[in-house]
């Protein structure tokens, strides 16, 4: 049976999980910064480990299901959406992919929610994040938490996941074991660290938006700036979620069941209020998952993996559509062109 692990490369920290028919054999956190100065830790654990069927992530914004070795340098910019020399965001993971690559690693790149077929068209116009690859995964992890706890198929798991990340807030709508919606944390309600999606005034009178401004502007920073203001910030991270659930939850209408996941779904006053504000919509619940210290992204990662290489999993990875995915992040663009958006990314050729 296939040897597998997932990686979900957080703002915060970077994950590895590890899966052998159910046996978790891989199970570890790393800060992101630390690591992308140096990999070694994540090689030794993941060399360390045996030889490995697939690895699965990381993967930014994700791409069509791809071999690492067979992605070129232009199709890792578009999955990581930063041009050459950007100190903003999540530096380095294109690097660090590479060396992973070069050591041998297995490595494949997974789709996010805007490559899936199953999430309708019209839902994508002029969206570039709704919903990155890890997302995917988490959603993967929640679906087969569903399966396990209710006995059933994927087909038969219809729910909303609410990821409060260490960042950003979002959330993906799950249609009989299919993603049909999402929410991306750039373009959803406010985050712990980021504003989540700006008013497109702000960002005019910003001038410019770089991949920093993208990273900021959340909880974290008012409360900081602000600290008499930080429970109307709290207030506003609440409501966010609250209303990115309402909505997410009327693509979905089979659902009946919100998974809480990400860092601060632990948060044992922040879980209390959302599960009175969201009652009405059904169960919720943490996703709890089945590792100890790798984060849902991670070991969502890992079943997806598992999936794609003829595991236990096959049949809800085929579910989810992953190997039919397709596109690039800039195929539903009209407000600006897909040729603007290349050229901000460094990327000349139309």
Not at 88 to 111: D, H, N, Q, S, Y
Not at 126 to 132: S, Y
């Amino acid at each position: 049976m296939p040897r597998v692990a997932g990686i979900d490369p957080g703002t915060l920290t970077l994950d590895a999980c590890g899966l052998e028919e159910g046996r978790v054999f891989l199970d570890a956190s790393w800060p992101t910064a630390e690591l992308l100065r140096d990999s070694a830790p994540l090689l030794d654990a993941l060399l360390g480990a045996g030889p490995l069927d697939l690895v699965a992530g990381p993967s930014g914004y994700g791409l069509p299901l791809r071999r690492a070795r067979d992605v070129s340098d232009e199709e890792l910019r578009l999955a990581f959406l930063a041009p050459p020399g950007e100190p903003g965001g999540i530096g380095g993971l294109r690097a660090l992919t590479r060396r992973l690559e070069a050591a041998g690693v297995p490595l494949v790149f997974t789709p996010g929610v805007l490559h899936l077929e199953t999430v309708p068209r019209h839902r994508k116009l002029n969206r570039v994040d709704l919903g990155t690859a890890d997302k995917v995964c988490a959603a993967a992890l929640a679906i087969e938490q569903q399966c396990r706890r209710r006995a059933c198929a994927p087909e038969d798991v219809s729910l909303v996941l609410l990821e409060l990340g260490g960042a950003f807030t979002a959330g993906v709508a799950v249609e009989r074991g299919q993603i049909v919606d999402g929410l991306g944390g750039s373009s959803g309600p406010i985050g712990w660290r980021a504003a989540g999606a700006l008013d497109g005034e702000v960002a005019f009178l910003a001038g410019e938006v770089p991949k920093a401004m993208i990273f900021d502007g959340g909880v974290e920073r008012i409360a900081r700036d602000a600290p008499d203001l930080r429970a109307v910030a709290l207030e506003a991270y609440i409501e966010g979620a609250v209303r990115a659930a309402r909505r997410l939850a009327d693509a979905a209408p089979g659902s009946a069941e919100v998974v809480l996941s990400g860092r601060h779904a632990s948060d044992a006053d922040i879980s209390r209020r959302l599960t009175s504000a969201l009652a009405d919509l059904g169960e919720v619940r943490p996703l709890a998952g089945f590792a100890a210290t790798a984060k849902q992204g991670a070991q969502g990662a890992a079943i997806v993996a598992d999936g794609l290489a003829g595991g236990r999993h096959r049949a809800l990875v085929e579910r989810l559509g992953i190997r039919e995915a397709k596109g690039t992040v800039l195929d539903h663009l009209y407000v600006i062109s897909p040729t603007a958006a290349r050229r901000r990314l460094g990327l000349d050729r139309a």
